[in-house]
């Protein structure tokens, strides 16, 4: 039995993290500044694909409003919540050996890293609250909002379990520093491609049906795209709850190769610089 | 001028042996850095396979207007990039001594003392899709065509130059400095097709934040679609602020403390 109870570490770190994540609360206003331009730019070019159709024009089963709709959405989420950054800093800390500094500490460090992660995440959502409010209002004649209550409830929950599977799949890709050493450049080329699965670049449904139907099935839909089909009311009640479900499903899968791939990759670390 | 033109060919030519040394590396940057223009041409694909244009461009000209963002802002980051982002650490620690030293235009060595070949097989690439769309576009090939666009990928490049080096010289003032990032966001505006922008937008992106005339000029000019007030505008707004970087520089210069040496 340790010390010091483990709640109080969680709390420590939790504490590390929301302090670490206000002390760039200057490069967070220049985050917004330069996410609103491709922001804009995807709203502008929707809006003229959709205008040269006429008004009553329907993309994949999506209005104008509820495409324009997509990109604000997704927009706020990003604003909050960007774990991605966790397969960065991993990356980082096996290459450098930084990591072990870590490992004498009593904690689990990937436990350690969902810590950092959701405070930053916290403090993220609620510095987003004001710009989104602004951005919500401005568009107050496009937005689309969810019709009812359980879609609120829904929404809110796919989002949260929406992040636990990016920071998983971070966490995951990260850790594969163990076995490459030099993996700048597969970030560099895995970053983009999960912005497309998620469905960060356009909604799904715009690519033919059949590798829409594989896409679905993959983790990423289910970070972004799926909480976002919900609040548009794209899903029914019993549509959403299998998508919940599928949700729970790969934080569970990706929390065993995470597990899975620490084990194994601590065995084959070298504690470069140490 | 042709002494510049032959001591930037040896500036480029010993980067160039540098960069061999680690020759292994080409492929791998080709294959990590070409990845946004994949995403971005996937991107449109996917559009067109719901809608035949966007604001009056058609698929190709679309692409063809993709391609040219690449090549162009991969031309820039071969050439000046690395040194534009160099600047203000050459401010601050004094390193700017070196280049006032040397006998030729200090602006000149700033800008282009070293290239970057990691955007060479990019730009390489978005010339090959330049080419590839154009035979899709079945648009008749006509040497003015070919020639009016080459001048305004240069205009271009010239036109984002010299906006960059405006911006990076006011380091001299402010230290910390993120206009580049920024600016390199607007050019995203650029890349889009010109129409989609409301007018008034459109007009200020012609007129104010020249992003239009940037990357949409060239294809535009390729096509015939460039009116020759808007063009006349472009190469002279470039002229224009070619000058006044130079001006700036130098006003800007007398304020160099030469910290730290």
């Known amino acids: 039995m340790s010390l010091v109870p483990r709640w109080r570490v969680h709390l420590k770190v939790i504490s590390v993290g929301i302090s670490d994540a206000l002390a760039y609360r200057g490069s967070f206003l220049l985050g917004i500044v330069t996410s609103l331009i491709p922001l804009i730019t995807s709203l502008l070019l929707w809006s003229a694909i959709y205008r040269a159709g006429g008004t009553g024009l329907v993309i994949a089963g999506f209005s104008l409003n509820q495409m324009l709709s997509y990109?604000?959405?997704?927009?706020?989420?990003?604003?909050?919540?960007?774990?991605?950054?966790?397969?960065?800093?991993?990356?980082?800390?096996?290459r450098s050996g930084a990591l072990n500094n870590i490992l004498l500490r009593p904690f689990n460090y990937v436990?350690?890293?969902?810590?950092?992660?959701?405070?930053?995440?916290?403090?993220?959502?609620?510095?987003?609250?004001?710009?989104?409010?602004?951005?919500?209002?401005?568009?107050?004649?496009?937005i689309v909002l969810p019709a009812s209550g359980w879609q609120w409830g829904a929404f809110a929950v796919s989002t949260l379990l929406g992040i636990q599977i990016s920071f998983l799949v971070s966490i995951c890709v990260g850790l594969s520093a163990f076995w490459f050493l030099e993996t700048s450049g597969f970030l560099m080329t895995v970053f983009p491609l999960q912005m497309i699965l998620s469905g960060a670049l356009f909604p799904l449904e715009l690519v033919p049906g059949k590798l829409f139907a594989v896409l679905g099935l993959l983790p990423w839909s289910y970070t972004t795209y799926f909480p976002l089909q919900v609040y548009l009311g794209r899903v029914t009640l019993m549509q959403a709850a299998q998508?919940?479900?599928?949700?729970?499903?790969?934080?569970?899968a990706l929390a065993g190769v995470a597990a899975l791939m620490w084990r194994r990759g601590l065995r084959r670390y070298e504690a470069v610089g140490g | 001028m042709m002494r510049i033109l032959s001591i930037w060919a040896g500036l480029v030519k010993n980067c160039l042996v540098?960069?061999?040394m680690f020759r292994a590396n080409f492929a791998v940057i080709l294959l990590t850095t070409s990845?946004?223009?994949?995403?971005?041409?996937?991107?449109?694909?996917?559009?067109?396979?719901?809608?035949?244009?966007?604001?009056?461009?058609?698929k190709y000209e679309v692409f063809f207007l993709?391609?040219?963002?690449?090549?162009?802002?991969?031309?820039?980051?071969?050439f000046f990039i690395m040194n534009l982002t160099r600047v203000p650490d050459m401010i601050r620690t004094g390193e700017m001594d070196f280049y006032l030293l040397k006998p030729v235009n200090t602006q000149f060595l700033v800008s282009a003392r070293y290239a970057d070949f990691e955007a060479v097989p990019n730009t390489l690439l978005g010339f090959a899709f330049m080419g590839w769309c154009v035979i899709k576009l079945r648009a008749a090939f006509s040497l003015p065509a070919l020639a009016s666009f080459i001048v305004f990928v240069l205009n271009g490049v010239a036109l984002y130059y010299a906006i960059m080096f405006i911006s990076v010289t006011l380091s001299f003032w402010f230290m910390r400095f993120h206009a580049m990032s920024v600016?390199?966001?607007?050019?995203?505006?650029?890349?889009?097709?010109a129409e989609i922008f409301p007018p008034k937008l459109k007009f200020v992106l012609t007129y104010c934040i020249p992003m239009l005339v940037i990357i949409n000029f060239p294809v535009k000019?390729?096509?015939?679609?460039?009116?020759?007030a808007a063009g006349l505008w472009g190469l002279g707004l470039t002229a224009a602020l070619l000058f006044f970087s130079s001006w700036f520089f130098r006003f800007a210069l007398r304020r160099y403390r030469s910290a730290s040496s």
């Open chain 2, 18 to 20: 540098r960069e061999m």
């Open chain 1, 243 to 252: 998508g919940l479900g599928m949700q729970a499903f790969w934080i569970a």
């Open chain 1, 71 to 94: 990109y604000l959405v997704m927009n706020v989420l990003r604003l909050a919540g960007t774990v991605e950054d966790a397969q960065w800093e991993v990356t980082q800390q096996v």
């Open chain 2, 221 to 228: 000019a390729y096509l015939g679609r460039l009116p020759l």
């Open chain 1, 111 to 142: 436990v350690m890293q969902w810590d950092l992660r959701m405070a930053a995440v916290g403090v993220g959502a609620l510095l987003a609250l004001l710009p989104a409010a602004i951005l919500f209002f401005v568009a107050r004649s496009v």
């Open chain 2, 183 to 193: 600016w390199w966001q607007l050019t995203g505006l650029g890349r889009q097709p």
């Open chain 2, 35 to 58: 990845w946004w223009f994949v995403m971005n041409v996937l991107m449109f694909q996917v559009i067109f396979g719901h809608v035949n244009e966007i604001a009056g461009w058609s």
């Open chain 2, 66 to 78: 993709v391609g040219a963002g690449h090549t162009i802002m991969g031309i820039f980051e071969t």
